[in-house]
């Protein structure tokens, strides 16, 4: 707790960076909704134009899919020519999109619209997570990012106060109408992004502005390297790629939670829906300290050293929700689930950053985006067919208790290899 009081009263809260900062929190949380709204709006999708369970679950992974590839492209392009617009544009884009998905007269215009939501929310969320990178010091990247990861953390829980009002007065269409409102919602943080985004601080080296940094800055530019090209250092260096394992981690254990944590409470353990839907948003809740409080930890003791913290409370939570199937270690099993829900992202965001140039840091936050992305949408796919062989969801959860324990032996040989080593700055 000796840290409270520096986080409190950061530096950086009287500067620019602090309006970048609240920016980067509300493209969190506009881009997020495009993820956690779905499990409130797919069933009326379903009733509404008659699909098979098949035909839904490829609704969501072309989201999945976009997204992912969505992110790594535009991370690689924000490092070369600047992030600013590109957010921007790509926050209209979902706008336009989720107004055509609430709009949509059947499948195949619903299909489009989940992908260009995909795409216009990766290229968002990549290239303004990357541009906190030259707004911060190394040692205040793990609170910048975790108070922007928060936003992620409150689309879950305004997704179950959003919904239910519109279902009881819309009926079978409160499926669109939740779209119709989130469009205008993007509509209102794009202007936001118009007004207040900036690329760096001056005299700090950009894409977007390709000059010499002044003296003292934190900033150092790799011989033989300009800012405008391509960002292959990113895709060549050890550090990057394993902190983009680690995401890959992350996104498979999280993957199998949100897709196997209601069947199994509600189906096979005959928890009430009621209890079971107070659970999940107490993990939404307990999401919003926990990005916060991870990415601080990161600060003081190093990014390796708390992911594999965090992995190690990964690994206690499923190892509950496997060995002990009961109310009381489900209560304590999502509550642990809840500090970790959204600590690896925000130190992820932290890390981008740090070993490589900062002008780089969204190719480099990118690259872990679809690690992380690759995990969440292929562990399902796996749990599935066990749990099909299996009668039941509960290896579902040693598979993920199991994957953290990777999760955690990467993050403490990060720790190890290299203690907060950074190429630049």
């Not at 009326?44 to 035909?55: A, D, P, V």
């Not at 990247?141 to 009881?168: H, Q, Y």
Request: proline share 5%; charged share 10%; with cysteine.
């Amino acid at each position: 707790m000796a840290f409270i009081p520096a986080t409190l009263k950061p530096d950086w809260i009287r500067t620019y960076a602090a309006v970048v900062l609240a920016v980067a929190l509300a493209v969190n949380l506009i881009t997020s909704f495009s993820l956690y709204v779905q499990a409130l709006t797919i069933p009326g999708m379903k009733e509404s134009f008659g699909l098979s369970y098949t035909t839904v679950f490829v609704l969501v992974v072309a989201l999945s899919i976009s997204r992912v590839i969505s992110g790594l492209l535009s991370g690689a392009m924000a490092s070369r020519y600047g992030g600013r617009w590109m957010v921007t544009v790509s926050v209209f884009a979902q706008a336009i999109s989720m107004g055509l998905l609430g709009w949509s007269p059947n499948y195949w215009v619903a299909l489009l619209a989940m992908v260009v939501v995909g795409v216009s929310s990766g290229a968002a969320l990549t290239p303004m997570m990357g541009m906190l990178a030259p707004w911060f010091q190394v040692t205040d990247r793990g609170v910048a990012a975790g108070i922007a990861a928060t936003g992620g953390s409150l689309a879950i829980i305004f997704t179950g106060a959003i919904v239910p009002p519109l279902t009881e007065a819309f009926g079978d269409d409160a499926w669109r109408y939740t779209w119709y409102v989130l469009a205008c919602t993007s509509v209102v943080i794009g202007m936001v992004c118009v007004s207040f985004i900036r690329e760096a601080p001056p005299g700090v080296l950009t894409a977007a502005r390709p000059v010499a940094p002044t003296p003292g800055a934190s900033e150092r530019r790799p011989a033989g390297r300009s800012p405008t090209s391509w960002p292959v250092q990113v895709y060549t260096n050890p550090y990057v790629w394993l902190i983009t394992g680690m995401a890959f981690c992350s996104g498979f254990v999280h993957g199998i939670l949100t897709s196997s944590y209601g069947a199994y409470l509600e189906i096979e353990h005959g928890i009430d829906v009621a209890v079971v839907g107070a659970l999940f948003m107490s993990i939404g809740i307990l999401s919003i300290t926990s990005g916060v409080g991870s990415g601080a930890l990161s600060d003081r003791v190093g990014r390796g050293m708390a992911f594999g913290v965090t992995f190690l409370i990964e690994v206690a939570c499923h190892s509950l929700f496997w060995l002990a199937p009961e109310l009381t270690y489900f209560v304590i099993a999502s509550v642990l689930a809840g500090f970790a829900l959204r600590s690896t992202y925000t130190i992820c965001a932290a890390a981008a950053g740090d070993y490589v140039p900062v002008y780089m840091a969204p190719a480099a936050f990118g690259l872990m985006g679809m690690g992380a992305g690759i995990g969440s949408t292929i562990s399902p796919i796996i749990a599935g067919p066990i749990a099909d062989l299996t009668g039941t969801l509960q290896w579902s959860y040693a598979m993920a208790a199991a994957v953290a324990v990777l999760g955690a032996t990467l993050g403490f040989t990060l720790h190890f290899k290299g203690r907060n080593k950074q190429l630049a700055g």
